[in-house]
């Protein structure tokens, strides 16, 4: 019988991130390993606690924001999966995929109707930065009106900077110049309360002037607010189990010869889990409450083969006229929405499983693989093995893939 191992975790409990963390070790333990934890609650900026200073185990697996906690890690001589880091000491081994969720970010503020996009962050860190020059880049390449917050590059650098009062001013006047009506995507929910509560102080109207999409997903921080604040999953769980993937791999192979200097490995990227959309991204639910309803109608069916008939007649409406109300309010038809919704899904499919081809087609509600494929192509411009080559360079040649 193999013996236990016992595995510290030092991953803060006070965030819903880190909440999300321990949920997938914990589901990765169960599945596949026999591990005993050593964990307690704790803030993200704490350091090591002495009773742990002398621990002896097989493995760590930490969000640390404080650089002193790599020296204590070089003392417990044990495998360490770092997850937060400062971005220099110590560097994620597993994180978030920043160029899949500003495409995420920018693709909804896009699609509820905002023509002008923009990114806030108070203060930098490596994440920030890092969400800063997905999102950048992605505008760059679309050819959009972007903006950025002047302060989301400056600062002293934290892994989770404070608000300071100092940033008051300077995030009023930048939301009253921007150009209206714009969709902000705040680096965190946290940030994305100030933008909230700096838009009531100059009578900017939320989501109408102005779309505020939070990241991380906090429900209790989301639902809590007025209106309640759309915001991306970052699919924390998923992370987790990785991070328990790689440390079991790490525990379970000869320990590698010290040399005199540090090589950062070479990080895993997690897809984000997709928007979560709530008020604050939603303009349309104030002018046309219907089709604020028919988008809710489209994002539950469209995978289950929903037409624009049975869309329609839900809706309690004829064909002709929410054709029409579409494409004044949209510039599209409700066909080209569900379709849009399909071929997401599947991306999401395609990029974060394993599925063969015939399986994600029938789940987002395609009668034949061979349909599924020439229509895939004709959106996204790849059949979808090609697409998936993009994420996952081992991949099995799937049935009627091209």
Known sequence: MAQQKHVLLLVETSRVFGRGVI??????AKEQADWIFHFQDRGILEGLSPWLRNWKGDGIITR??????????????????????????????????????????????????????????????????????????????????????????????????????????????????????????????????????????????VPVDVGILGTSNDELVCSLLSPSLSSIDLDASQIGYHAAALLDQKMNRPTPKRSGSKKHPKPQFISPGGVVSRGSTNPIAIHDPELSMAMQIIAREAIHGLTVEQLAQEMYVSRSTLERRFRAYFKHSPAHEINQTRIERAKTLLRDTALPVHAVSDKVGFASPENFVRFFRRIVGKTPRQYRLQFFHNVTRDVATD
């Open 23 to 28: 949920e997938g070790i914990s589901r990765f």
């Open 64 to 205: 640390s924001a404080v650089r002193s906690l790599a020296k204590e890690f070089d003392r417990l001589k044990c495998p360490v999966v770092e997850l937060l880091g400062d971005g220099q000491t110590l560097v994620s081994e597993v994180r978030t995929d920043e160029m899949i969720t500003a495409e995420h970010a920018i693709d909804h503020l896009i699609k509820q109707g905002y023509p002008h996009v923009a990114f806030y962050s108070h203060s930098n860190s490596w994440w920030s930065d890092a969400r800063l020059k997905a999102f950048e880049t992605i505008v760059r390449q679309r050819g959009l009106s972007g903006h950025v917050y002047p302060g989301a590059s400056e600062g002293d650098h934290q892994p989770y900077p404070p608000w300071k009062p100092a940033y008051e001013k300077p995030t009023l006047q930048w939301l009253d110049q921007l150009p209206k009506p714009v969709g902000i995507w705040a680096v965190a929910d946290s940030q994305a309360v100030r933008l909230l509560e700096s838009c009531w102080q100059i009578d900017l109207r």
